[in-house]
């Protein structure tokens, strides 16, 4: 096999608010690459991706100043509101959508914006999507830690090659996490 036909594995994810799912980090461990599309929530998040090759993340509406620890703040510097990614078989274009926009009326803006790209992705609506029926497809990979999960965190797995792009969706069963105080809850759906 060629370089050319190496097939790449990309961990999609977005909207940890602070907390990664330690099973989606198993996942992401892995990929060769690991995409955020924003509300991090904190550096231990970006720490805890561990993809064989890079970390590619973007700002949230909620990465801000206000919402992260002092001590990371600075993180915040290095996360650009939108990134691309080149793989192989074309472009992944990286932002987090909070544009108050439709879904439907956000997916037709996002394939105006852009054309050229193989795919976009964006986090923001906690709802775990792939519409994958036009170019570029447009995927949300739902919430990745215990906030929203909307049945349980979630992420996609993009895999490809030169003239091939898959995406699966893996979505796991809510589960118990101690929480910051050291008491074990079930965190539903939070409004």
């Known amino acids: 096999m060629s370089n050319n036909d190496t097939r790449i594995r990309v961990a999609l994810i977005a909207d940890t608010h602070g907390f990664l799912d330690p099973r989606i980090a198993k996942r992401v461990a ?5 995409v955020h599309a924003g509300d991090v929530g904190g550096a231990d998040v970006l720490c805890a991706l561990n993809p064989r090759q890079q970390v590619v993340a973007v700002r949230g509406n909620n990465d801000t100043p206000e919402r992260w620890s002092d001590s990371e703040t600075h993180f915040l510097e290095n996360l650009p509101p939108q990134a691309t990614l080149d793989l192989p078989g074309g472009t992944l274009v990286v932002l987090h959508g909070d544009d108050r926009r439709s879904i439907v009326e956000r997916h037709r803006f996002l394939r ?18 792939m519409d994958c029926d036009q ?7 739902g919430a990745a830690g215990r906030t929203r999960t909307n049945g349980g965190p979630s ?5 490809c090659d030169k003239s091939n792009w898959d995406i699966e969706a893996l979505q796991l069963p ?5 929480n910051r105080d050291g008491q074990r809850r079930l965190r539903q759906a939070e409004g």
């Open 30 to 34: 892995e990929c060769d690459y690991a």
């Open 174 to 178: 809510s589960r118990k996490f101690p």
């Open 112 to 129: 105006q914006q852009f054309p050229e790209a193989r795919a976009v992705v964006c986090g923001h609506s906690h709802q775990l999507a």
């Open 155 to 159: 992420c996609l797995i993009l895999t």
């Open 135 to 141: 170019q570029p497809w447009v995927l949300n990979p």
